[in-house]
C-alpha cells in the first residue's frame, strides 16, 4: 500500500482514484478514514468490501467546508445552527436525505450522516474531488480505529491503492453523531466534540441516548476491540509488583512509582484530551504486545473521557475485579459471552 505525503501531486493521484470508483485512505482530525464517492454505490460496495463491513452499517458522508448541506439532506434550523457553530470539527449530523444519496450508503435507511472534518488534507481532498466523500474509519469492521497511515497499512495491507499520509489524528476518537430526524436532538454517539459544545449551539440541553436500531456508525455493542480480550477493571490497578505477568495494563494516568512491563499509559496527568488522542494508538501496541489478555483501568466520565469510556466499554468482552492477589473475569453478554475461542 503506498503512504504517499499529502503534497499537491498526491492529492491529485487521489482524486483520480476516487473518480474511478477506488478508496482511498483520507486523514481527518478524528481518526483515518476510508474514503470512497459517496454519490456512487458501486464505490460505497468497494468500502464495506475493503473493511469487511456488514450492510446494514451506514457510511458518514464528509463534506467541504461551503458545502451545500441541502444537495443532501433536508435541513433544520437546529442542523444549520450545528453547521455554522461547529463545522469544520469532529460533529456528524444524522439528517433526514435526499434521493440523490445512495441506499447502500445509508443502510436503506431514510437518513444520511454527514460531517464536514477540520484537517487540511481532508479538506484540499473534498475541494479537489467537489463532491461529498463517504469515508468510515479505515479498519476492519470493529477492529481498533487507525489514527496513523502506517496504522491504515497495517490493518488494510495492499487492498487500498494509496493513503494520504497527514500526519497523527489531533483528536483520536470518532466523532460525536447527533440525531436531528429524531422528534428532539440527541446525541446517539459520543466522539471528539462534548456534548456541552453542541448544547451551547443549540441553546438547550441534548440528551444521550441509545437508538432502538443501528441508525448511525458505530452504535453497535461491539466496536474497536483488539485481537486480545480486553478487560475493563472496575478500580484502579494495584501496585506493579503485585500484577501478573503475560497481561497487557492500561493506565488512566501515570502511577507512582515504575509501570509494569506492557503497560500503556492514556495520559500523563489525568488529562481527558490527551486520553482521546492516545486511545486506538495504545490500543494497537497493546494488541500486538503477545499478550494473554489487557486490563483497562476506569476511565472519568468527565470531558472527552465518557467518549473514551464508550470506546473501552465496547471494545471489552468482559469486567475485571482485583482480589488482592488476582484477577476475577466476569464475560461482557454483548460481546458474545467473553473470549474469542
Not at 461547529?86 to 431514510?110: I, M
Request: net charge neutral; hydrophobic share 45%.
Amino acid at each position: 500500500m503506498p503512504i504517499r505525503p499529502a503534497t499537491a501531486a498526491a492529492v491529485a493521484e487521489a482524486v483520480a482514484l476516487l473518480r474511478a470508483g477506488r478508496c482511498v485512505g483520507m486523514p481527518t482530525e478524528t481518526v483515518y478514514g476510508l474514503a470512497a464517492d459517496g454519490l456512487r454505490a458501486d464505490a460505497a460496495a468497494q468500502i464495506f468490501a475493503t473493511k469487511r463491513r456488514p450492510a446494514f452499517d451506514p457510511l458518514i458522508l464528509h463534506v467541504a467546508q461551503g458545502f451545500d448541506l441541502g444537495r443532501l439532506a433536508q435541513v433544520s434550523v437546529a442542523a444549520q445552527r450545528l453547521a455554522d457553530a461547529l463545522w469544520p470539527g469532529p460533529l456528524t449530523l444524522l439528517l433526514p436525505k435526499a434521493a440523490v444519496v445512495p441506499d447502500l450508503v445509508t443502510s436503506g435507511l431514510p437518513t444520511v450522516a454527514v460531517r464536514c472534518p477540520d484537517h487540511p488534507v481532508a479538506q484540499a481532498l473534498l475541494q479537489a474531488f467537489d463532491g461529498p466523500l463517504a469515508a468510515p474509519s479505515a479498519n476492519r469492521f470493529g477492529r481498533i480505529s487507525p489514527t496513523t497511515a502506517q496504522a491504515v497499512a497495517q490493518e488494510l495491507g495492499d487492498e487500498v491503492p494509496l493513503v494520504l499520509d497527514g500526519g497523527p489524528c489531533r483528536v483520536g476518537l470518532e466523532s460525536t453523531i447527533v440525531d436531528l430526524a429524531h422528534p428532539y436532538p440527541r446525541i446517539v454517539r459520543r466522539g471528539g466534540l462534548v456534548p456541552a459544545a453542541i448544547e451551547a449551539a443549540l441553546g438547550q440541553a441534548v440528551p444521550v441516548e441509545r437508538p432502538d436500531h443501528v441508525a448511525a456508525p458505530g452504535v453497535l455493542d461491539v466496536h474497536y476491540a483488539p485481537r486480545t480480550p480486553l478487560y475493563r477493571l472496575d478500580g484502579p490497578l494495584p501496585a506493579a509488583a503485585q500484577l501478573p505477568t503475560g497481561l497487557g495494563y492500561l493506565y488512566w494516568q501515570r502511577p507512582a512509582g515504575t509501570l509494569p512491563s506492557g503497560a500503556c499509559v492514556l495520559s500523563e496527568a489525568g488529562d481527558d484530551r490527551q486520553a482521546a488522542v492516545r486511545l486506538f494508538a495504545h490500543l494497537r501496541t497493546l494488541d500486538g504486545g503477545g499478550h494473554q489478555r489487557i486490563v483497562a483501568e476506569p476511565v472519568p466520565l468527565e470531558g472527552l473521557g465518557a467518549a473514551v469510556a464508550d470506546r473501552l466499554l465496547k471494545a471489552s468482552v468482559g469486567q475485571a475485579r482485583w482480589t488482592g492477589t488476582a484477577f476475577e473475569y466476569t464475560a461482557r453478554p454483548e460481546a458474545g459471552g467473553g473470549e474469542p475461542t
